[in-house]
């Protein structure tokens, strides 16, 4: 399975975009770059995902480096809602393996007024 | 459309009991799948079951062990409880089968579990 770094914690103003990074430097062509948030006390909850092209939803932004060995998830103006963990997860390709998720520590992210 | 629901939300047991928790995904998902999470393992895979059979197994004892029902609603029961077994035990649905790299899972809160 792709390994993932990410920092242990990191902080952002309300109304600041808040930029996450992942490294994900041992990534294969096909697997998929999965972002989730994790708010104390409750499951984990799906941000986005993507491929090889950038992706945006009403959540979040994903921008993913043409070599797919890192990305970039962007909050565009964070709120205090916003304070969680956030993961960042490769997808195995492998059938059987997918469902094996490993999440990894994830980044703190604090947002504060 | 009504969420992932995990009940319950918290447990407390002894050394030794057994627990049985359940999970209910969303309706229309026939994927359940079970983690573990504790502050110093993280997020670990137990198992998924689709289609009432059980597709995936993480590295966890025989004592861990789970069944999915016709209505895809899921439980799991861990037997001969130690208190290392302490931890949020999260299920999670999704509409085919994880192994679809593809797949959205959605997370239910979990069931907080206290080993004593």
């Known amino acids: 399975d792709a390994k993932t770094t990410q920092p242990t914690s990191m902080d952002c103003a309300e109304g600041r975009a808040a930029n996450l990074p992942c490294n994900h430097s041992?990534?294969?062509?096909?697997?998929?770059v999965y972002w989730y948030r994790q708010i104390h006390s409750q499951g984990p909850q799906y941000i986005i995902h993507g491929l090889k092209n950038n992706e945006t939803n009403e959540m979040a932004s994903l921008i993913i480096t043409e070599d797919r060995k890192s990305s970039t998830l962007i909050l565009p103006h964070a709120t205090l809602r916003d304070t969680a963990v956030y993961y960042c997860?490769?997808?195995?390709?492998?059938?059987?393996?997918?469902?094996?998720?490993?999440f990894g520590t994830g980044t703190r992210l604090q947002v504060t007024l | 459309k009504a969420g992932v629901t995990q009940t319950p939300r918290y447990l407390i047991k002894t050394r030794g009991q057994q627990v049985t928790l359940s999970c209910s995904p969303i309706?229309?998902?026939?994927?359940v799948s079970w983690y573990q999470q504790t502050p110093g393992q993280g997020l670990q895979f137990l198992f998924e079951y689709f289609s009432e059979t059980q597709r995936n197994k993480g590295n966890f004892p025989g004592r861990f062990s789970g069944r999915q029902f016709s209505n895809s609603r899921s439980e799991m029961n861990v037997s001969t409880l130690e208190l290392g077994d302490s931890a949020l035990y999260l299920c999670?649905?999704?509409?085919?089968?994880?192994?679809?790299?593809?797949?959205?899972?959605?997370f239910g809160s979990g069931t907080q579990l206290s080993v004593l």
């Open positions: 997860i490769v997808r195995p390709t492998l059938t059987g393996t997918a469902s094996k998720l490993t």
């Open positions: 041992t990534i294969s062509g096909n697997e998929y």
């Open positions: 309706s229309g998902h026939r994927s």
């Open positions: 999670a649905s999704s509409l085919g089968q994880v192994a679809a790299t593809n797949e959205k899972l959605f």
